[in-house]
């Protein structure tokens, strides 16, 4: 590796990947260092329990990705090298209640609301689709720039031009308004929050959460656009196409090495060091870090102003997040049996039981009725399974990072996340899930758990456990 470069990119999750990309394929030499062995931060895959079953470890899908600039820029190179994703063409996504009935969204709107009891609402739906479709370029500009520059104002400016004053007055109640706030105050029936409420989670957020009046409206607009890709043969087929778009663009990958301190001189930072070298930069320093790691630990503590590095300690993690995967020897027989072909489900009732969930989650507690994620990535791309078998990604994130009671009175945690805890509580969810797809248990070979000390333990940016990197609260 050279040890001069015009960048060094410290952190190899998805940001890093994408700087170290677009800044070798503007020219300059780049270095991205990574702590871990491999690269990738929370985007992984492998055969986690038995050969021939290939679990997404951590992350999954791409809808985000491939709608956002970075995949515009990217896309085409990362597919010569060998990267293909698997979607689904109709039903993408759904609700499942726990009297066993379901709100499902298909990738045609059209089709999405057939399923609403009041006309109003099919109405109402499509209006507010096509409402964040005509400002989408500006909602996410907004979401992608620095609001202390004036990127944001150029954004605004074209709400107003676009909506007038009472478009922008809309856009920016939206923002500061709940995900249940903005379903109440629009539809007369609980679809649309039985839907999309859920979602919210997959943010950080919460269904009182502040900005979720923009989240709902914006998931549901990109899944009906972008559906629910995944990368076929999984994530680790991303990762290897992104190593060879960046072997290709001249970046250099350094694997295994944790930086150990950021140099700076005369003010400015000028390279990095880990334990066995110095890498010297002569444009930039790029951290895809959190903000305690960055102030607090890499940087010479003479160069942070006191009030930014207090700043960077009151930076405060979201609630912690649990991931179970699962093989079967046969897919679930789900009593609704078009659940059997929809990639991502939640079990909830929506606003109401999610927001409990996450008030129990903020207490120590651990639900007694959990916001459940199933994925069915197999449904999708049937090479990660054997013939005939399947697998689950479950995902909880309503979980304390240090659970000292359950919600439910029926475990006794004492503040750990022992092996005996995990597994009473995976049993639980699955529990959940069999009530919707009886048999399930019978069918399972094999369960492992990812708790949220081993998030933190992978991926140090996971604070507490919170996979989103940080409490995604409006502040």
Do not use: K
């Amino acid at each position: 590796m050279s040890e001069t470069v015009d960048a060094i990119v410290v952190g190899s999750g998805i940001n890093g990947l994408v700087a170290a990309a677009e800044l070798a394929g503007a020219g300059w030499s780049v270095a991205l260092v990574e702590r871990n062995a491999e690269p990738g931060g929370f985007i992984a895959s492998g055969e986690l329990i038995e050969p021939g079953f290939v679990h997404d470890t951590f992350s999954s899908w791409h809808p985000e990705f491939v709608t956002g600039g970075a995949y515009a820029e990217l896309g085409a190179e990362l597919h010569d090298h060998g990267l293909v994703y698997r979607n689904a063409e109709r039903l993408v996504t759904g609700t499942v209640r726990r009297d066993g009935s379901a709100v499902l969204a298909d990738r045609d709107p059209l089709r999405t609301v057939e399923g609403f009891a009041d006309p109003r609402d099919r109405v109402a739906y499509l209006d507010q689709l096509a409402r964040i479709g005509a400002a989408l370029p500006s909602i996410g500009g907004l979401l992608g720039s620095e609001l202390r520059s004036t990127a944001p104002l150029r954004h605004l400016a074209r709400l107003a031009r676009d909506g007038g004053r009472a478009g922008l007055d809309g856009w920016l109640r939206d923002a500061l308004t709940s995900g249940r706030g903005w379903c109440r105050g629009r539809f007369a029936g609980d679809e649309v929050d039985a839907l999309w409420a859920p979602w919210l989670l997959h943010s950080g957020l919460s269904p009182d959460h502040a900005s979720g009046g923009l989240m709902i409206p914006l998931f549901a607009a990109t899944i009906h656009h972008a559906g629910l890709p995944v990368v076929e043969g999984g994530q680790g087929r991303f990762l290897a196409a992104f190593r060879a778009l960046l072997r290709a663009r001249g970046a250099e990958l350094l694997t295994g090495e944790p930086v150990e301190r950021i140099v700076v001189e005369h003010g400015r930072a000028v390279g990095v060091a880990t334990a066995s070298r110095e890498l010297r930069a002569r444009r930039a320093v790029i951290a895809s870090v959190a903000p305690g790691a960055l102030y607090a630990e890499l940087l010479p503590s003479g160069v942070v102003p006191p009030a930014l590095r207090e700043e960077a300690t009151r930076y405060r993690p979201g609630r912690a997040a649990l991931q179970l995967h699962v093989t079967l020897s046969a897919p679930p027989s789900w009593t609704d049996t078009r659940l059997g072909e929809i990639p991502l489900l939640h079990l909830t009732e929506g606003s109401s039981s999610t927001a409990i969930a996450c008030a129990e989650a903020e207490a120590g507690l651990l639900p007694r009725e959990a916001t459940v994620v199933v994925g069915q990535q197999s449904v999708l791309d049937p090479t990660r399974v054997p013939a005939g078998a399947a697998t689950l990604w479950i995902q909880l994130q309503e979980v304390p990072a240090r659970p000292l009671g359950d919600g439910a009175g029926e475990l006794n945690p004492d503040g750990r996340w022992t092996e005996e805890l995990t597994d009473a509580y995976a049993q639980r969810i699955l529990g959940r899930i069999e009530t919707h797809a009886p048999g399930l248990r019978r069918l399972v070979r094999g369960i492992r758990a990812f708790t949220p000390d081993d998030l933190v333990a992978h991926n140090p940016n996971a604070i507490g456990g919170d996979p989103y990197g940080g409490a995604a609260d409006l502040d």
